[in-house]
């Protein structure tokens, strides 16, 4: 069985064939410019396998958000972000390229490419955006953050696409699926289950808080492109903490 449960943003816990992974932990209430709502329990946390971090964005790695999952944990992400983790005394980080496979009990992980720029500023680290694709017993596509390429078709078909859909502020630079370009990318992914995240988590600290239905539209716009532009697909809005059981 597989079992999703919605952390926030880009964080999502998936549960699979005995094998827990968490993608993107970011969860403090607040990380630089911006503020959280609701708070993480700890049972999100507990006896992780395996993060997996996208891109070394603050909102996508955050190492006090990772400290809380543990520092024996192991942390896979891009190559050239290792040492953001390792100077912060983690002990098991995997540094991946495009292609590169890691085998986590029953389930296997595979890195894969993302159109996204993620630099983690002038001074930062210059390491790529990846998703991944965790296969068993199911087949679960995490995007991170990224735009719509080509290249999406070779993951397809899928189980599950985890999809983000906006981001946290009032625009969404390029290098980001929007809700309309996210459903076009279930076309080429073709899923049987959608799931949008990146959005409802994370605001700017410098703006009133949203409304629960204005922080829920751009999962519900997805939804409704996705009716038009891949209506065979199963799209699953999930809030803040909820989970998604599938057999």
């Known amino acids: 069985m597989l079992r999703l449960t919605y952390v926030g943003h880009a964080t999502v816990l998936v549960?699979?064939?005995?094998?827990?992974?968490?993608?993107?932990?970011?969860?403090?209430?607040?990380?630089?410019?911006?503020?959280?709502?609701?708070?993480?329990?700890?049972?999100?946390?507990?006896?992780?396998?395996?993060?997996?971090?996208?891109?070394?964005?603050?909102?996508?790695?955050?190492?006090?958000?990772?400290?809380?999952?543990g520092r024996g944990v192991r942390i896979v992400l891009p190559?050239?972000?290792?040492?953001?983790?390792?100077?912060?005394r983690f002990r098991n980080v995997l540094e991946v390229d495009v292609g590169d496979e890691i085998e986590l009990g029953a389930v296997t992980v595979t890195a894969t490419e993302a159109d996204h720029d993620a630099g983690r500023g002038p001074l930062g680290v210059r390491a790529p955006a990846l998703g991944y694709v965790v296969t068993g017993t199911k087949r679960i596509y995490f995007a991170g953050d990224t735009d719509l390429f080509p290249g999406m078709a070779v993951?397809?078909?899928?189980?599950?696409?985890?999809?983000?859909?906006?981001?946290?502020?009032p625009r969404l630079p390029p290098g980001h699926l929007d809700p309309r370009r996210a459903a076009e990318a279930l076309r080429l992914l073709r899923p049987?289950?959608?799931?949008?995240?990146?959005?409802?988590?994370?605001?700017?600290?410098?703006?009133?808080?949203?409304?629960?239905?204005?922080?829920?539209?751009?999962?519900?716009?997805?939804?409704?492109?996705?009716?038009?532009?891949?209506?065979?697909?199963?799209?699953?809005?999930?809030?803040?903490g909820q989970t998604l059981d599938l057999i």
């Open 15 to 69: 549960e699979l064939d005995g094998v827990r992974v968490l993608t993107d932990p970011v969860v403090r209430r607040r990380v630089l410019h911006l503020r959280r709502s609701g708070v993480v329990p700890a049972d999100y946390l507990r006896d992780v396998d395996a993060v997996l971090v996208s891109h070394a964005h603050w909102d996508h790695l955050d190492t006090s958000s990772l400290a809380r999952v």
């Open 79 to 88: 190559r050239g972000a290792g040492r953001l983790v390792r100077r912060r």
């Open 155 to 169: 993951l397809a078909p899928l189980d599950v696409a985890l999809l983000p859909v906006a981001g946290w502020g």
């Open 192 to 240: 049987r289950v959608a799931v949008p995240i990146h959005w409802g988590t994370y605001s700017l600290i410098t703006r009133r808080r949203l409304s629960p239905s204005a922080e829920r539209a751009p999962a519900e716009e997805f939804a409704s492109h996705a009716a038009e532009l891949a209506p065979a697909v199963d799209v699953r809005i999930l809030g803040l």
